[in-house]
């Protein structure tokens, strides 16, 4: 059979070659965002783009806390909590608390901003702008509306904005040719500073965390997950649905309110006293270490001694007991330190604790048998440990002291003595 004729008794079944004769499927009409959601088109030089906003009153409570306690706290206060001074010369007015939603978490060139919300304290209330691109071609026009608000701005506070969000929004900024905007101003990035009050209690300090376990935030089941979003807009930008928009814009307010409410509460535990009656003693030790690092030791020491009644973790206790020892011995005072020291080499086999007690009787008390006991007490310690570079480390510096301590204990006159490896001690 010919292949002309076999072709005709397939066209006559209805088999047709190519796909010239096809139509395309009618696209789907979905409901746009402005029927879901009230807001305005905003008309920019790069063309339009969406905004909505949510105003609260300042007595709006998120979770435990009102928004009216942020602009409470001294300017000093979150200052302090970032470890930028510039942060104390910005009024809360001129403050942005910063969130996005995006296409992609990974970031680079490929990732946009489809969402970017920006609360501010302004005229008595705190206002959060949502700029959002129906679809792609409005990026620019998104940036530019975003960029004319943020330029009337001074500073940011952020959830791993550091890493994540202003180098996005600056990348998006170059990408559409714009300026970058607030990519050298003060930024307090909560992420940090809540790990160090919170990872020794918590097991996530991821910010959905936070708001149950601290701010005793409950979302509503408008929420989505932020896992989830990326793909509720890919889907919305390919059917032009925005039906799942609103669970969007909804999960991106409550984050910005959370932004306001933990930098309240970490304002509030610099400023408040606090106790082991308000707080446990995991938090109690983080705080601690905030006050240690920054130099304030009497803070320190008192969050240190109220933690180690209040933990219920025996491997924290220990820690906090280690920092308490170190902490007396920076300020000279060592017999207080020893004390520490002495229950933790018994409670718990610490050798870092046999350690520094060998120091101690070696330099300050001079007794140069209990130095030797120390010393041979961590020996054994180590003894156990698996093999590895640390053991192997740590068993030669042992093994030097001893044999240092064996020979001034047989020469008396060496026992004034220091050898180079004891002058770092």
Known sequence: MQNAELWERLRRLGLHQGAHH??????????????????????????PCFLHRETYELDYRHGRYAL?????????TPALLAG???????????????????????????????????????????????FFMRDYQEEPAQLCALGELLDRLEAVVSFNGKAFDLPLLETR??????????????????????????????DSCALSSLEAEVLE????????????????YMEYARSNDAREMPRVFYHNVQDILSLVALTARMCQLLTAPVSSDELPGEDLYGLGRFWQEGGQWDRAESAFRQAIQACRSPAVRSMVMRDLAFLLK???????????????AEMNSDVHACEELAKH?????????????????AMVLVRDWPPGPQRK????????????????????????QRDAATDAE
């Open 22 to 47: 096809l139509q395309p499927p009618p696209r789907r009409r979905g409901q746009a965002i402005e029927d879901l959601i009230s807001g305005q088109v905003l008309n920019t030089d790069y063309g």
């Open 330 to 344: 920076r300020q000279e005072r060592r017999h207080e330190g020893v004390a520490w020291w002495q229950q933790l």
């Open 361 to 377: 009787y070696e330099w300050i008390e001079k007794d140069l048998a209990q130095a030797l006991a120390w010393t041979e007490r």
């Open 393 to 416: 480390r740590v068993w030669e510096e042992l093994k030097h002291r001893q044999q240092r301590l064996l020979g001034k204990m047989a020469d008396p006159s060496r026992s004034h």
């Open 173 to 202: 900024f170059i990408m559409t040719r714009q300026f970058p905007r607030l990519t050298d101003a003060p930024h307090l990035d909560l992420l940090h500073p809540a790990r160090r009050f919170w990872k020794y209690r918590l």
């Open 217 to 232: 935030v409950r979302r509503t089941q408008e929420d989505v997950p932020g896992w989830l979003i990326p793909s509720l």
């Open 68 to 76: 009216a306690e942020l602009p409470a706290h001294r300017p000093e």
């Open 84 to 130: 930028d001074e510039r942060l104390a010369e910005v009024p809360i007015e001129r403050i942005a608390f910063v969130d996005t939603e995006t296409t992609g978490l990974a970031g680079g060139t490929g990732t946009y901003a489809f969402l970017v919300g920006v609360g501010v304290f302004e005229n008595g209330r705190f206002t959060v702008h949502q």
